[in-house]
T-cell receptor, first 113, second 115 residues
Framework: NAGVTQTPKFRILKIGQSMTLQCTQDMNHNYMYWYRQDPGMGLKLIYY???????DKGEVPNGYNVSRSTTEDFPLRLELAAPSQTSVYFC????????????FGEGSRLTVL | GENVEQHPSTLSVQEGDSAVIKCTYS??????FPWYKQELGKRPQLIIDIRSNVGEKKDQRIAVTLNKTAKHFSLHITETQPEDSAVYFC??????????????FGQGTTLQVKP
């Protein structure tokens, strides 16, 4: 199993551009999450999904959108990129509804200039 | 919603000493409390977790304690080694029917173990 795979690993965007961070997992996990990590701020939940066709907002959803058309894929869309979205983004998945281990991808470092 | 506070933000210890990291949570319905370790430039990985029906759990040199009344939990690392140097995150979530299991993380503690 590859686990959770994120692409791209690095990206530089100009203000106002849009892009999609891809995330796919091959563990047949129903639960998937997007977190952003800023220095000294921990991991903040952006969006999450409990299964195909179901998504919900986390702690910091503004400026982002997600979709979950399949169990495997959970892309994160940034519309009109802003410098405040400069961060490291982690996708994660879990098997159990709760009290279960999160498996993280390697992260995507995004810089908005 | 749930809020998790973690202290200290940085911790420096001598090799062989113990390290303690503390977290408090706000939602009394939370019942699952994991700890993740993140080495520099790597992804977070689960090192230990505890559920609300248990007060303490040990795994070799690491242990976690939970005080539900006070809504706080702690990570204890004994006989620290240089490879323990990393950022440690606590988290909390609510399990059970109707809950999504979304984890809310603390701000992280950077642990430095000096040889």
């Amino acid at each position: 199993n590859a686990g959770v795979t994120q692409t791209p690993k690095f990206r530089i965007l100009k203000i106002g551009q849009s892009m999609t961070l891809q995330c796919t997992q091959d563990m047949n996990h129903n639960y998937m999450y997007w977190y952003r990590q800023d220095p000294g701020m921990g991991l903040k939940l952006i969006y999450y999904s409990v299964g195909a066709g179901i998504t919900d907002k986390g702690e910091v959803p503004n400026g982002y959108n997600v979709s979950r058309s399949t169990t495997e894929d959970f892309p994160l869309r940034l519309e009109l990129a802003a410098p405040s979205q400069t961060s490291v983004y982690f996708c994660a998945s879990s098997l159990r509804q709760a009290a279960g281990e999160l498996f993280f991808g390697e992260g995507s470092r995004l810089t908005v200039l | 919603g749930e809020n998790v506070e973690q202290h200290p933000s940085t911790l420096s210890v001598q090799e062989g000493d113990s390290a303690v990291i503390k977290c408090t949570y706000s939602d009394s319905a939370s019942n699952y409390f994991p700890w993740y370790k993140q080495e520099l430039g790597k992804r977070p990985q689960l090192i230990i977790d505890i559920r609300s029906n248990v007060g303490e759990k040990k795994d070799q040199r690491i242990a976690v304690t939970l005080n539900k009344t006070a809504k706080h939990f702690s990570l204890h690392i004994t006989e620290t080694q240089p490879e323990d140097s990393a950022v440690y995150f606590c988290a909390a979530s609510k399990g059970g029917s109707g809950n999504t299991g979304k984890l809310i993380f603390g701000q992280g503690t950077t642990l430095q173990v000096k040889p």
